[in-house]
């Protein structure tokens, strides 16, 4: 136990010191050595996060000695965590360009694009928008769940749309599109198994993690949200705020480190420990005018809609309040993105989701890298 987390950290170190000065001796082209740090980058998470993940939280866990010394080799290998922090907390800062087209019939539609600024602090950061090979690359062999109402499918849909090719994906999206059920799809080339779990309420979530844990399975990513059918079906903010506690509850037994975290946050220092990448999607903006049914427009307004947050909050299940769960924030993407983005005043255009799960895919990348 104790040797494999030092072996972890050892690996890290190695890769960090030796993988540069190797590539430094060969004939690298322009355009490889200025995709170099991503390609570190997506070697570390490839080579060392996704896969072992969760074997390595265990020996973390298991044996403080060892976890001590593991992350201080590697906390002088790579730089600064604050950094990191801060870039984890720029992630969301994405601007969306929604043009205007007319079209020969006269009709106008909306072309939508987004981007990380590039510049000011956030292009420091070197986000990335990764193609269908460095997506491949990092999610061959995982396991991902995604868990969680109607948001949660668009978000299955993106990360599927960046692996597979547009005819695969006519399927795939006629499957995943019916209506309230589970969905499963194996990407043969790169390994990759994807489980789409219909799970609209918390306690439907709460559920998942049990059943995660008495199977001993846990998946190389997770993201999970409820709050819309709870909103609609059940319309009670305390309600919704004692089953996101049940919920943490499962999340933080399903993932041992996350209860020590305390009000301010995860510790961070030399003796830093994260729990595996599991997001939370939140919420998107919802425009009241815009829904569709009578019911929706009543009980899904902004008093509960904010009610809703507030609990969401207190819950303390996010990570940015001492919790588990990394936020994927879909309520700043969609406020961003605007009424333009969306139909039906919940449901939004695809760029959305799709810088959704940019987000996450550098949050994984970032969280890799200062996890050794
Ligand atoms: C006009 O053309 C667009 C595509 O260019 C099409 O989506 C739309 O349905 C058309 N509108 C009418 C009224 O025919
Ligand atoms: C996935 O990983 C396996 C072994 O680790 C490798 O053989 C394969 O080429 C990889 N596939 C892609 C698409 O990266
Ligand atoms: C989700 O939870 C609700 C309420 O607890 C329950 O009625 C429903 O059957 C569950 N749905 C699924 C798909 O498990
Ligand atoms: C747990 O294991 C059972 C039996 O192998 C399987 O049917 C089920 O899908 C698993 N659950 C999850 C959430 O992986
Ligand atoms: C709302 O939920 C709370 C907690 O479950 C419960 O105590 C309360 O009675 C509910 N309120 C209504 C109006 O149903």
């Given amino acids: 136990m104790m040797l494999g987390a030092v072996q972890l950290g050892v690996l890290a170190a190695c890769i960090v010191l030796f993988v540069p000065m ?3 001796g060969w004939h690298l082209s322009r355009n490889k050595m200025l995709f170099f740090s991503g390609a570190l980058f997506i070697s570390l998470a490839v080579g060392v996060h996704l896969s ?8 973390f866990m298991s044996s403080p000695a060892s976890s001590t010394s593991s992350s201080s080799s590697s906390s002088a290998a790579v730089d600064s965590g604050n950094n990191r922090d801060s870039c984890l907390s720029l992630l969301h800062e994405i601007v969306f360009d929604v043009d205007p087209v007319s079209s020969v019939n006269g009709s106008v539609y909306y ?26 690359d990092l999610l061959n062999g995982s396991w991902v769940v995604v868990a969680g109402d109607s948001q949660a499918r668009l978000v299955a849909l993106a990360l599927l749309s960046l692996v597979l090719d547009s005819e695969r994906m006519d399927s795939v999206r ?3 599109f019916k209506r309230h059920s589970n969905y499963q799809i194996v990407v043969s080339d790169i390994g990759m198994k994807l489980d789409f779990v219909w799970a609209p309420f918390a306690s439907n979530l709460t559920d998942l993690m049990v059943e995660l844990k ?6 190389d990513v997770l993201v999970m949200g409820s709050g819309l059918w709870h909103m609609l079906h059940v319309h009670n903010a305390s309600d919704y705020g004692v089953s996101l506690e049940l919920l943490k509850g499962s999340v933080t ?5 996350s209860p020590e975290l305390g009000d301010d946050g995860p510790v961070t220092g030399s003796v830093s420990f994260r729990p595996p990448p599991f997001f939370w999607l939140g919420m998107p903006m919802l425009i009241n005018s815009m829904l569709n049914t009578k019911e929706k427009r009543e009980r899904m307004d902004d008093a509960a809609f ?23 924030d879909i309520h700043s993407l969609t406020r961003n993105c605007g009424k333009r983005c969306t139909e ?14 940019h987000i996450m895919l550098n949050a994984l990348l970032i969280e890799s890298h200062q996890k050794l």
């Fill in 306 to 328: 904010n009610a809703y947050e507030i609990e969401l909050h207190q819950s303390k299940i996010l990570r940015q309040f001492g919790g588990p769960l990394l936020l994927l």
């Fill in 253 to 257: 037994s399903l993932l041992p480190l």
């Fill in 111 to 136: 072309l939508k694009s987004w981007g990380w600024p590039q510049t000011g602090p956030v292009s420091e950061c070197e986000f990335q928008k990764l193609g269908r090979p460095d997506t491949s």
């Fill in 52 to 59: 072992p993940y969760f074997p390595s939280i265990s020996d």
């Fill in 174 to 176: 006629g499957d995943l």
């Fill in 214 to 219: 008495q199977n001993s399975s846990y998946p």
């Fill in 344 to 357: 039906d005043g919940m449901h939004y255009d695809a760029a959305v989701y799709n810088a959704a799960i």
């Fill in 22 to 24: 190797g590539m430094a």
